[in-house]
Structures are given as C-alpha cells and as structure tokens.
T-cell receptor, first 111, second 117 residues
Framework: SQKIEQNSEALNIQEGKTATLTCNYT??????LQWYRQDPGRGPVFLLL?????KEKRKERLKVTFDTTLKQSLFHITASQPADSATYLC??????????FGAGTRLFVKA | ETGVTQSPTHLIKTRGQQVTLRCSSQ?????VSWYQQALGQGPQFIFQ???????GRGNFPPRFSGLQFPNYSSELNVNALELDDSALYLC????????????????FGPGTRLTVL
C-alpha cells in the first residue's frame, strides 16, 4: 500500500542546534516533494519544493534532500530558534494535481 | 499574509445536514484545491479545480462536491453530514499550468473548522 511516514514523535532540540526531520514514502513515484510549516489553528505555509532530479535544495537556514532510491527526504533547519517551533509537513506531488501529505512532525526548540 | 480567505471560520452542524464552505483565491491564481485535516493528521486531498473544471479527486465520496467560479473563488459542499466529517477544511490556491497545481507553491487559507454533532 502507499504510505508517507514522518516521525510521529515530537522532536525536541536546543536553540542553535540543527533539527533534522525525516519523510519516508513507499509505493509512490513523486515528481516533486514539498515541505510546509503549520502552526496551531492555521493553514500550512509553503517552505521548499524539490524535484525528483534534484538532490538538494537550500533556502536560508533550510535544506532539503531528496533520495528517490531510498524513497526519503530529509529536512534540516540549521541554527534553530524557538520561533521555528511548529509542525512540519512533507507532501508528495503525483500526477501534477494530487498532493499527498504526511501526518507531520512537531518540532520544539528550547531557548 | 497569503491572501487566501475562507468563510466561515467555524461551523457547527448536525448529522444529516448539508454545508457549504467558501474560499477566495489569491489574486491571479487559477487553481484551487480543497483538503480535509483531522486532528493530528496531515491534510487529505479532496479535489482540485482548474479554470472552473474539476481535474482531480481524492478518495472522498460523491457527497463531497465543489464549484469554482469565473473569478476563481470556490465552494465546497458536503451533503448528508456524518460525525467523521468533523475536521478543519483547507483550501489552497496556486497558479497552475493545465491544472498541475502541485508543481507550484500552494497558498493555504486559515481553514474552516467544521463540527458535526
């Protein structure tokens, strides 16, 4: 069956450290993978998109990798800050119109 | 501020009733997607509209239907509400190319919280 899995347990890290979140998928062949941030009671906010032929993408303190052989994406936040505390969602894009989200990982950054 | 607005923000209905949720897209966006998000879960794709036509649908029954208007705003209609329909309903707009919304950044609205009693 098709599955997208993100760490179900919350990730707690100290301010200044690098947070690494994982997204694994099975039985999908996504053309694109996206990462979103969601704060409580609000809609997701787009962060980064990476294509299947790209290995890595960076934006400021954020870095995403995409390994289609391992069927895995890693999302890194360097020099993390308490304001980075939120739920982070990965999403696969298949067929151009269908976006399939994982359940998300909650990140807590302690000052 | 994303520019995508949804109304109402909260809604309480009883089982068997019908509901209409509304979404105003970001200016210039021609594609709207609707999602259902249960507590503690990721958004689940319901369907997508591109230039007033439905061009993709997730695993939701026909009692979930929608419309997109010429100004690209959109409605989600749910008939015969069930308790499990209680969720946050999100719409997302994007600038699609032949409806390939997922290839571009999606801008989400704040959602409508639906409670079915």
């Amino acid at each position: 069956s098709q599955k997208i899995e993100q760490n179900s347990e919350a990730l707690n890290i100290q301010e200044g450290k690098t947070a690494t979140l994982t997204c694994n998928y099975t039985n999908y062949s996504p053309a694109y993978l996206q990462w979103y941030r969601q704060d409580p009671g609000r809609g997701p906010v787009f962060l980064l998109l990476i294509r299947e032929n790209e290995k890595e993408k960076r934006k400021e303190r954020l870095k995403v990798t995409f390994d289609t052989t391992l069927k895995q994406s890693l999302f890194h936040i360097t020099a993390s800050q308490p304001a980075d505390s939120a739920t982070y969602l990965c999403a696969l894009v298949t067929g151009g119109f269908k976006t399939i989200f994982g359940a998300g990982t909650r990140l807590f950054v302690k000052a | 501020e994303t520019g995508v607005t949804q109304s109402p923000t909260h809604l309480i209905k009883t089982r068997g009733q019908q509901v209409t949720l509304r979404c105003s897209s970001q200016s210039g966006h021609n594609t709207v997607s609707w999602y259902q998000q249960a507590l503690g879960q990721g958004p689940q794709f319901i369907f997508q509209y591109y230039r007033e036509e439905e061009n993709g649908r997730g695993n939701f029954p026909p009692r979930f239907s929608g419309l997109q208007f010429p100004n690209y705003s959109s409605e989600l209609n749910v008939n015969a509400l069930e308790l499990d329909d209680s969720a946050l309903y999100l719409c997302a707009s994007s600038l699609g190319d032949s409806g390939r919304a997922g290839y571009n950044e999606q801008f989400f609205g704040p959602g409508t919280r639906l409670t079915v009693l």
